[in-house]
C-alpha cells in the first residue's frame, strides 16, 4: 500500500499531496454478518467477509479504506459469563492472539490487496466511565502492544489504529466524572497517551487516530491537552441530533432535534471538533442517515439541503469546509452491495435510492471525490442560500453564514464556497472567517465581494452589502422574551412582559465583546413595577452567576463594563458575554425605552 503520513493538520500521501479518505465498516462476528455463519467458523467469517469487499467493489463504491472492528466474539473466553459488549471483561489475550493471525491479519491483507487502508478498532465498547489506569486503561494497552509489535501490522503502511471505541466520561484530574472540563481531557491525555507509548516504543509508525469523550463527540481539550508524537489524528463520531444537527429522532447517546439546521451544526462542530481540526486531521469513523422509516440506519435524518434543514447535505459541506477530514459510512456492507446507480421513483423509493437516505447521495459523493463526476455546464451566476436581494442585517456580536452556490445554464447548482474568494471591505467591521462565516464586529456597514471561477475559467462576482447593527435589537425577530419562562414582546411599543420570575433579552451564540466600549447605558419608559433588573452574563449558561443591576426607583442604569462583578465578587469579562436582558418578578408590563452603547 502507498505510504499515508501526517504532517501539520493534514494526511498526506508520497507525493505530498493532502488526502481525505473515505470508508465503510466492518465487523467479524455472526449477529453483524447477518448470521452468515456461526461456531468460530474461521472460513465461513472470511468467506462472508471476503465477499462483501468483493461486492462493494463491484456495485462500485469509490471507497479507500475499511474501519475493521476487532469483535470481541473472538477474543472472549466464551467459559466465562456473559457481560456487557466491553470487550475487557472476558478478555483471552491467547484468543486474541489467535485470531489475529487467523481472521483478522488475513482480512487486513485481502483488504490491503483490495488497496483499502484498514482503520483496526479495539474489541467491544468502553465501560460509561473510565479513569487513568483502570483495567479498561491497561486492556487497551494489551490490546494495542499485541497488535503493533505484530510483524506483520507494525509499521504497515495499510493499517491505522483506532485507540478505543467511544468514550463516554472520565474522572479527571480533579477528581471530577464527565467529558468536558479541561481536567478531564488532562485525564484523557495521560489515559491515551499510555497507550501512545507502548505503540511507539514497539517501532509502529501506524497512523493512530485518538477517540474524544462523550461518545467520540467531545474534544476541545485536546486543544490543551494533545496527545504527543507523529502521525497522530483523532477520531471522531458524528450522528444526527450532534453538535445541533437535524434529527428526526433524538439518538440515544446525546438526543437532538430537527431545527438547527446548518448553523446549529456548523457551530456546534466548531466548538467540539474544529480546536482539533486547528492542529490534525480528523478521521469520522462512524456515521450515516436515513429516514427512520426504512430502520436500516442508527442515525435518524434526512439529507436535507446544504445551508438548511437536514443531515446529510450539511455534514459534507461542513466536513470538506474543514479541509482535513476523511469520513465513512456506518451502513452495513451487506445493504450496500446491493446498490444500483438507478434512480427510483418518487413515492416508491427504498433506502438505497431515495435521495434522503446516505447511500444514494454518498454514492455520488464519492464518484466526486475520484474526478468521475459529470463536468459542469455553463456557469451563469452566483446565489447565496438563505439570503435574498443585496443586503443584510447581522447583529453586533453575531455571526452569519456565506454559503456560496455556483448556478449552471442546465439548472443545476452546487456549493463552492470554498473554492470562492470572500472579502470584506471593512475588516474591523465585518470580519470574514473560514466556511465564509461573516463575523459582525462593530456597528457600521461593509461590503462583501464574493467572487468564483469555474472549471471552465468562467468567473461569475456577487457583491452583498451588511449592515452590522446595535448588538440591542427591539425587534419581535431579534428580542427573545422567553430567555426564562414565557414572555411576550410588543416591537411597536418597546413593551416587554416576563413570566412570573422571567427573563427576556439577547443571546449572543459566539459570545458578545463589549470590552472596547465604556459604558452601556440602559433606560426604562415605564415606572419599575416588578422589580426590574438589567443582567449580563459571560458564560453561556442562564443559571451562571451574571453582573446584575437593580433599576430600583429609577428608570436609568449606566453599567461600567469594565467594573462588573457578580453576587460573589467575581469579575464578569465584557470580552465574552453569552446573555443579557431584563429580569423581572413578571406578569406586569414595562417599556424599553432604549440600550444605548458608549
Wanted: glycine share 10%; net charge negative; with cysteine.
Amino acid at each position: 500500500m502507498p505510504r499515508l503520513y501526517i504532517s501539520g493538520k493534514y494526511l498526506h500521501n508520497e507525493a505530498g499531496e493532502t488526502v481525505n479518505l473515505h470508508g465503510y465498516g466492518m465487523t467479524f462476528s455472526p449477529y453483524f454478518n447477518q448470521n452468515a455463519w456461526d461456531n468460530y467458523d474461521i472460513a465461513g467469517c472470511l468467506s462472508y467477509n471476503k465477499r462483501q469487499i468483493d461486492g462493494m467493489e463491484k456495485a462500485g463504491w469509490r471507497m479507500d479504506f475499511i474501519r475493521m472492528h476487532m469483535d470481541p466474539y473472538w477474543s472472549d473466553d466464551p467459559d466465562q459469563e456473559s457481560v456487557r459488549y466491553e470487550g475487557h471483561e472476558r478478555f483471552s489475550s491467547e484468543r486474541f492472539k489467535k485470531y489475529l493471525d487467523e481472521v483478522f491479519i488475513p482480512m487486513v491483507e485481502y483488504a490491503n490487496s483490495k488497496g483499502l487502508y484498514v482503520v483496526m478498532r479495539p474489541p467491544g465498547v468502553c465501560p460509561e466511565v473510565i479513569r487513568v489506569g483502570d483495567d479498561y486503561n491497561t486492556f487497551l494497552i494489551e490490546v494495542w502492544d499485541i497488535v503493533s509489535s505484530h510483524p506483520k501490522l507494525k509499521g504497515n503502511w495499510g493499517v491505522m489504529f483506532e485507540l478505543a471505541n467511544e468514550p463516554i466520561n472520565i474522572v479527571g484530574t480533579d477528581g471530577s466524572t464527565g467529558s468536558s472540563t479541561l481536567p478531564q481531557f488532562e485525564s484523557m491525555n495521560t489515559f491515551f497517551q499510555s497507550v501512545v507509548d507502548v505503540i511507539r516504543n514497539n517501532g509502529a509508525d501506524n497512523i493512530i487516530w485518538v477517540p474524544g469523550l462523550a461518545y467520540q463527540s467531545s474534544y476541545s481539550g485536546y486543544a490543551t491537552y494533545p496527545i504527543k508524537g507523529d502521525n497522530i489524528g483523532y477520531a471522531v463520531h458524528v450522528y444526527p441530533g450532534w453538535y445541533g444537527s437535524d434529527a428526526e429522532e433524538p439518538s440515544a447517546e446525546l438526543g437532538g432535534v430537527m431545527g438547527g439546521g446548518y448553523e446549529g451544526f456548523q457551530r456546534g462542530w466548531d466548538a467540539q471538533v474544529i480546536p482539533v481540526a486547528n492542529f490534525a486531521p480528523i478521521m469520522v469513523t462512524e456515521m450515516d442517515w436515513a429516514p427512520a422509516k426504512y430502520d436500516s440506519s442508527w442515525g435518524k435524518s434526512i439529507t436535507g439541503v446544504t445551508g438548511g434543514i437536514g443531515f446529510g447535505a450539511n455534514f459534507k459541506y461542513i466536513a470538506d469546509n474543514t479541509g482535513n477530514v476523511s469520513w465513512m459510512i456506518f451502513t452495513s456492507t451487506h445493504l450496500l452491495i446491493n446498490f444500483a446507480d438507478t434512480p427510483g421513483t418518487e413515492g416508491a423509493y427504498t433506502f438505497l435510492n431515495d435521495p434522503e437516505a446516505c447511500p444514494w447521495p454518498v454514492y455520488h459523493w464519492l464518484l466526486e471525490y475520484a474526478g468521475e463526476a459529470p463536468i459542469q455546464g455553463e456557469l451563469i451566476g452566483l446565489t447565496l442560500t438563505g439570503i435574498t436581494g443585496n443586503e443584510l442585517d447581522i447583529r453586533m456580536g453575531d455571526s452569519q453564514y456565506a454559503i456560496v452556490n455556483a448556478l449552471y445554464a442546465d439548472g443545476s447548482s452546487r456549493p463552492v464556497t470554498i473554492q470562492s474568494n470572500i472579502q470584506s471591505s471593512n475588516p474591523d467591521i465585518l470580519e470574514i472567517k473560514k466556511s465564509g462565516e461573516m463575523h459582525a464586529k462593530k456597528i457600521g456597514t461593509a461590503t462583501v465581494t464574493i467572487s468564483y471561477t469555474s472549471e471552465q475559467n468562467e468567473e461569475k462576482t456577487l457583491k452583498l452589502n451588511v449592515n452590522v447593527i446595535t448588538p440591542f435589537p427591539l425587534t419581535e425577530s431579534m428580542f427573545n422574551p422567553s430567555i426564562w419562562e414565557q414572555g411576550t414582546f410588543d416591537e411597536e411599543s418597546h413593551t416587554l412582559t416576563t413570566g412570573q420570575y422571567g427573563f427576556g433579552g439577547w443571546e449572543y451564540a459566539n459570545g458578545l465583546d463589549l470590552s472596547k466600549y465604556k459604558t452601556l447605558t440602559v433606560e426604562l419608559g415605564s415606572d419599575n413595577d416588578s422589580d426590574i433588573s438589567f443582567r449580563l452574563f459571560d458564560k453561556n449558561n442562564y443559571w451562571s452567576n451574571p453582573a446584575t443591576y437593580d433599576f430600583g426607583n429609577s428608570r436609568r442604569i449606566v453599567i461600567d463594563l469594565h467594573n462588573m462583578k457578580d453576587q460573589t465578587g467575581a469579575s464578569i469579562n465584557p470580552s465574552h458575554l453569552y446573555i443579557i436582558g431584563f429580569w423581572s418578578m413578571g406578569n406586569k408590563p414595562f417599556i424599553i425605552k432604549q440600550v444605548i452603547l458608549e
